[in-house]
């Protein structure tokens, strides 16, 4: 009898279970943990106190990312992060755990670090105290983000306990519209699924606009599959993924590349397989997206207007809507393109990859960012600050008058010196708009690295073809 | 961890839906390196409004805080946790929460309960009132009682048991280390390492 049809997130989960059944949440194996100086003091602190070491510092890999300056290489003024930041290297090096630290030539934004070393593969899992750890999903790996006891215990067992979640398809058919990126399309599924429409489950994006995208769209798609609430998010190991990886640092090579790439094609989820839910959207409906509200579902197309609280039928959405709008300081009604912007952020682990900082420069070409606007580019890692500079897309960012920063998660979440003062407005292409995130008091817009480009220009929210009109 | 068997205390009600780990407590305040002294940071942006659930009078010293659907959603912080703890919460009751929340919940011992909204609508207007009911959350039974009220909740069997003996997960996993070693021997060669072992 043929084996039952299996989603790829099921064969990812019964791949790694040490153990199964009885009374006892499932034992999952992890096969990469990423670390950073935030979420791992005190689970080391755990460890020294239990007598524990850390079981596989080859499975274990930490970088330093969410406290470091972005101006600099050097300093870390505020002395509370530099404790952390140094707190991270002594834990580093008493427990033997590879660190690539500020200044290193593989530093960065710690989900932009272990794909582009080829750490992330398909079929693996990779968790990391950190919840954009699903990033690593595009790769067809099983990659979700974990809270401190559980960094602990990964340090400690190289395992989780873990109940099995359920499954979703999210079905994209068509082709993306010329202008409409990897951002825009997820920004729309969240506006419509809603902030907790995945809560519970492992979603899979399919069909022929997910196919069509590079790994870094990928990414970008999977990095924000938490924002709709989803445990991961996943997508098929296909040529483009094995293109991706071929020759990386610490991809198989050889006989091992081969038997490797044959594993991964058995990944894809089998024909008739069955999700616990399911999305269907047609890509060819998509438009370049922004939000207007303080959670990532709160978002409309560029061309329409800030809703009406009125307009939503859910009393807890309608409330929801109401104390964004105040807080964002928003009147509905209002065309977004006619909301001007103070600050424009392009870079985090969401859109801080090569291809993000080519979007924004193919925008930002001959073209200078508008008076009172302050735009910085971030690169998310310092490989990919390498790599824009032997391109020369610094040239284009410094002669449009933008910031060309080094790598780091700088003003995506206001917990190192990049931050948004209070009241100001910023187009961002972060995946979190929720109040003070950014900076307290900060109003925070969600965007593609295209859109936040042409809004620097602009001054207020726009696309790359309303510059040319 | 404290065991949890029954709880009964003040209840804090949060009239407000997808309260995320942001505002639970800021980035600024996870910094610290420490496990403990976070409750300077909880709901931080709203502290400074006399008229926040927690600064006003009547809730003082409240260990059950009640609250809007989808609680925690966001980052992956369990700061956000210990600030609820160092607070004096013991158990949070919503509608639904943030997965990754729920999880750092259940390992630090603080009780995530999931009530119907009737039921968290019932408790706000019933705080607000004139004689706001003490709220008694029983992990044995589970079962949440206020006034003459009494709701259910939904918790799987082992969660529940290690809460109420207390228990260390990392303790309990390292009962199947054999199974750990003998599931390593089965990982393939081809797979990564970030440096020898």
Redesign the interface.
């Known amino acids: 009898m043929p084996d039952k049809p299996r989603t790829l997130a099921e064969k990812l989960w019964d791949a790694h279970l ?2 199964a059944g009885g ?3 499932d ?1 999952l ?1 992890i ?2 943990h990423l670390i950073h100086e ?2 791992s ?2 689970a080391f ?1 755990g460890l020294r106190a ?1 007598g ?1 070491a850390v079981r ?6 930490a970088t330093e990312d ?2 470091t300056p972005t101006d600099n290489l050097f300093t870390i003024a ?1 002395p ?2 530099r ?2 930041i140094e ?1 991270l290297r002594k834990n580093c090096a008493e427990f033997g755990v ?1 660190l690539h630290p500020l200044g290193d030539d593989e530093q960065g934004v710690v989900h932009v670090v272990g794909p582009q070393l ?2 992330t ?1 398909p079929g ?1 899992t990779v968790v990391c ?3 954009h ?1 699903s990033t690593h999903g595009a790769f067809g790996a099983l990659a979700f ?6 960094v ?2 990964v340090l ?4 989780l ?1 873990q ?1 099995r979640p359920k499954t979703m398809a999210v079905t994209v058919n068509g082709v993306l519209p010329e202008g409409v990126s990897a951002k825009d399309l997820i920004l729309a599924v969240i506006a419509r699924a809603g ?2 429409g995945g ?2 489950h492992v979603v899979e994006y399919r069909g022929e606009a997910i196919r069509a995208l590079s790994m870094e769209g990928r990414m970008t798609v999977c990095n924000m599959s ?1 924002e709709w ?1 989803a ?1 991961a998010g996943l997508i098929a190991p296909d040529e483009t993924t094995f293109a991706y990886l071929e020759g990386r640092q ?3 090579e050889g006989a ?2 081969d ?2 790439v044959e ?1 991964w094609k058995t990944l894809p989820t089998d024909e008739g397989a069955e999700f616990d839910a399911e999305i269907v959207i047609d890509a060819a409906e998509l438009t370049p997206f922004v939000t207007w509200g303080t ?1 990532p579902g709160q978002g409309v197309p560029l061309g329409a207007e800030v809703p009406d609280p009125a307009s939503f039928t859910d009393p ?1 959405a309608r ?2 809507a109401e ?1 964004a709008l105040e807080y964002m300081d928003l009147a509905p009604g209002t065309k977004m393109r006619d909301v001007g912007v103070d600050v424009v952020f392009v870079g985090s682990c969401t859109n801080g990859r090569i291809e993000d900082l080519r979007g924004a420069a193919a925008v930002l070409k001959g073209r200078k960012v508008a008076d009172g606007v302050r735009m910085m580019i971030v690169p998310g890692s310092a490989r990919v600050r390498a790599q824009a500079e032997s391109e020369g897309l610094h040239e284009v960012f410094i002669a449009a008058g933008a910031d060309w920063r080094f790598a780091g998660c700088s003003m995506c ?3 190192n010196p990049d931050k948004l003062a209070p009241g100001a407005r910023s187009a961002s292409t972060s995946n ?1 708009n ?4 950014q900076g ?1 008091g900060g109003r925070t817009h969600l965007v593609s690295p295209q859109v936040a480009a042409a809004t620097a220009v602009a001054g207020r929210f726009a696309s790359p073809a309303d510059l040319d009109k | 961890m404290e065991k949890f068997t029954v709880h009964t205390g003040t209840a804090a009600p949060l009239r ?3 309260v ?1 780990t ?2 639970i407590i ?3 305040y ?6 403990t002294g976070f409750a300077d940071g909880l709901f ?2 709203w502290r400074d409004d006399p008229a926040f659930v927690l600064n006003q009078p009547r809730y003082d010293g409240a260990t059950v805080l009640v609250t ?3 609680f925690g ?6 700061h956000a ?1 210990w600030a609820l703890q160092d607070q004096g919460f013991k158990a949070i009751v919503a509608p ?1 929460f ?3 929340f729920r ?2 919940a259940l ?2 011992g603080l009780l995530p309960v999931e009530l119907p909204t009737a039921a968290v609508e019932w408790l706000w207007d019933a705080l607000e009132g004139d004689e706001p009911p003490a709220v008694t959350v029983d992990l044995a039974a589970r079962e949440v009682r206020a006034g003459e009220r009494t709701w259910a909740f939904p918790l ?3 969660s529940r ?1 290690r809460l109420m003996e207390g228990l260390d ?2 303790g ?3 009962r ?2 054999a ?2 070693t003998a ?2 021997a089965t ?11």
């Open positions: 040490v153990r009374d006892e949440p034992l194996y096969d990469l935030v979420t003091p005190q602190d239990a524990r596989r510092t080859d499975l274990t890999i969410h406290n505020d509370i992060s404790t952390q707190t590879r080829g750490l593969q693996m105290g950190d919840s750890t983000g974990i809270g401190t006891s559980e602990e215990h400690a067992t190289q395992t306990p109940r902030t907790g809560i519970g938490i609430g445990k610490h991809a198989p091992a590349w038997a490797a594993y959670n807890v409330g929801a104390r979440l206001g917990m979190r929720f109040e003070g995130r307290p | 407000r839906s997808n995320d942001d505002q800021p980035a600024e996870l910094k610290r390196v420490s496990r931080k942006a809007g659907t989808e959603v966001g980052s992956s912080r369990e946790v639904r943030g997965d990754i999880n750092n390992k630090g799987d069997d082992f048991w997960d990392i309990l996993t390292l199947h280390e199974d750990i599931f390593e990982r393939a060669s081809w797979l990564p390492a970030t440096q020898g072992a």
